[in-house]
């Protein structure tokens, strides 16, 4: 077994968090970039910088848990994989490549609440990504309804890591290209109605919960579990963006919960690429349109733009599945529905097209 003395300042993790953000506390309290921890730890290259949250090879969590004393299996706990077992490698926002020698060497690729971390700042609490802020599907605080914004939003360019405040000493997040916190007040304001933000970022809460293994909220399906309902999510994923294929444009172009003006902004047609590689704003209509569809007819009050008129809720989108080039994809249609739960299987084949 290598032989690594231990780090002066050794963290735990926090329950929820991810690697990268444990090992930028770690790095930012021993005065040392992420690269130089992996490099102590796992004993790799200055070039070679292993993937962090998902899949972490063995030998970095051995040397980690050697520097830190703590247990091999406490960290191992922390991979992505085992903090959502349900989830499959599609759920998980593309892995950007850390650049180890780049000057924000310890910034953190991956989006984040600004209202979490003020709140963290302003209370005096250790500021931490959370692991459901690596999924896709995740596009909105549920606390705070602010959109997930992987860069910082004074300067537009920069990534934020943790770095101990000058004042007081504690660990406090700030962007590493203008070094400025951040700033939740320059978002838009958080909608305190029932709105489409609140819907996408129930649906994303749902959906982390399950990938947890966990029943998800009855509102969507009723009480079914975990398996199931990520499983009509993946079919109603498919249903908008690839099964329906209307000249090349999926379902979502055409009823996407959104005005016209909103998708002139985000650009239509909908780029035909897996789900967790569009954009935040197209993973975000995506989002709208499943959990509306799920919801149906049972949404009364809601301040959003809807894709149909309020009385044809219940119908959306079913009705406007229409008969594509692609015979099999139409039988894989109706297929899928006859394996959802009843309630949504009898509303779906209600208003599906006769495909005879
Ligand atoms: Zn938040
Ligand atoms: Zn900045």
């Known amino acids: 077994m290598r032989q690594l003395r231990r780090l002066p300042l050794t963290p735990r993790p926090i329950n929820g968090e991810i690697l990268s953000s444990w090992m930028a506390r770690v790095s930012a309290v021993n005065g040392i970039s992420i690269p130089e921890l992996i490099e102590y730890a796992g004993g790799a290259g200055n070039s070679d910088f292993p993937p962090v949250d998902r899949d972490v090879p063995r030998p970095l969590i051995a040397g980690l848990a050697?520097?830190?004393?703590?247990?091999?299996?406490?960290?191992?706990?922390?991979?992505?994989?085992?903090?959502?077992?349900?989830?499959?490698?599609?759920?998980?926002?593309?892995?950007?490549?850390?650049?180890?020698?780049?000057?924000?060497?310890?910034?953190?690729?991956?989006?984040?609440?600004?209202?979490?971390?003020?709140?963290?700042?302003?209370?005096?609490?250790?500021p931490f990504w959370k692991a459901e802020w690596t999924m896709a599907h995740v596009t909105r605080c549920p606390k705070h309804l602010f959109g997930l914004w992987a860069y910082c939003h004074h300067c537009l360019c920069g990534r934020l890591s943790v770095v101990a405040h000058t004042k007081h000493g504690g660990l406090v997040a700030r962007c590493t290209s203008c070094y400025r916190a951040p700033a939740a007040h320059l978002l838009e304001s958080a909608e305190k109605t029932f709105s489409r933000n609140q819907l996408v970022a129930s649906m994303g809460q749902s959906l982390t919960l399950a990938c947890r293994g966990l029943d998800p909220d009855p509102i969507w399906l009723g009480r079914i579990n975990a398996a199931t309902f990520l499983s009509v999510l993946d079919d109603m994923m498919w249903i908008f963006l690839d099964a329906n294929l209307d000249r090349g444009f999926p379902l979502i172009s055409r009823c996407a919960p959104a005005t016209y003006y909103e998708l002139a902004g985000i650009g239509l047609p909908f780029p035909s690429c897996p789900f967790n590689l569009l954009t935040f704003h197209?993973?975000?209509?995506?989002?709208?349109?499943?959990?509306?569809?799920?919801?149906?007819?049972?949404?009364?009050?809601?301040?959003?733009?809807?894709?149909?008129?309020?009385?044809?809720?219940?119908?959306?989108?079913?009705?406007?599945?229409?008969?594509?080039?692609?015979?099999?994809?139409?039988?894989?249609?109706?297929d899928r529905i006859g394996r959802w739960p009843a309630p949504l299987k009898e509303r779906a084949l209600r208003y599906l097209p006769a495909f005879a």
Do not use: W
Request: with cysteine; net charge neutral.
């Open 66 to 126: 050697l520097a830190c004393s703590i247990p091999d299996y406490k960290l191992a706990e922390i991979d992505l994989r085992v903090q959502f077992p349900n989830a499959q490698a599609s759920f998980f926002l593309p892995v950007e490549k850390m650049a180890p020698n780049c000057y924000n060497h310890s910034a953190i690729p991956i989006p984040y609440c600004h209202a979490c971390f003020s709140e963290h700042e302003r209370k005096g609490t250790t």
């Open 282 to 334: 197209h993973r975000e209509m995506v989002i709208a349109a499943i959990a509306i569809a799920l919801v149906g007819g049972r949404i009364t009050v809601l301040k959003t733009c809807f894709p149909v008129p309020a009385s044809e809720l219940d119908a959306y989108p079913f009705s406007s599945i229409r008969r594509s080039s692609n015979q099999d994809s139409h039988s894989e249609i109706v």
